[in-house]
């Protein structure tokens, strides 16, 4: 497996090393995208398909045999979102409100309160 760009490293065994943002599936066939990387402990957070976050450290990483994969085309797996809340599965945002408005009936005068001056 080549490297994604010449100045990514790669682990032992071939296997590339994480790159934040980029998506991978690993040898169960799971998509997942990695979204942290602690230079500073080393572990790699990654994110599931289905939302679901994990930390792994290297040894972890080389272990799942991560490949790089294409970016899923329904991006909603990992995000909770109905689906009336998907573009084009509303009504239109502009709507005619005048006249909507044009079919109230008009509201009575409220009777002033009795502590209030007429």
Excluded: C
């Amino acid at each position: 497996m080549a490297p994604h760009n010449r100045d990514q490293k790669v682990y032992k065994h071939g296997i590339e090393a994480p790159e934040i943002g980029r998506w991978y599936r690993d040898r169960g066939g799971s998509l997942f995208e990695v979204i942290a990387i602690d230079d500073h402990d080393g572990t790699i957070e990654i994110q599931h398909f289905d939302g679901t976050l994990e930390e792994t450290e290297p040894d972890g990483w080389i272990a799942m045999l991560p490949e790089p994969a294409e970016a899923p085309e329904d991006w909603t797996g990992s995000v909770d979102i109905n689906a009336e809340d998907l573009p084009g599965s509303r009504q239109p945002l502009f709507l005619d409100w005048q006249s909507e408005l044009e079919q109230l009936e008009p509201l009575d005068e409220p009777e002033p309160l009795p502590d209030q001056p007429v």
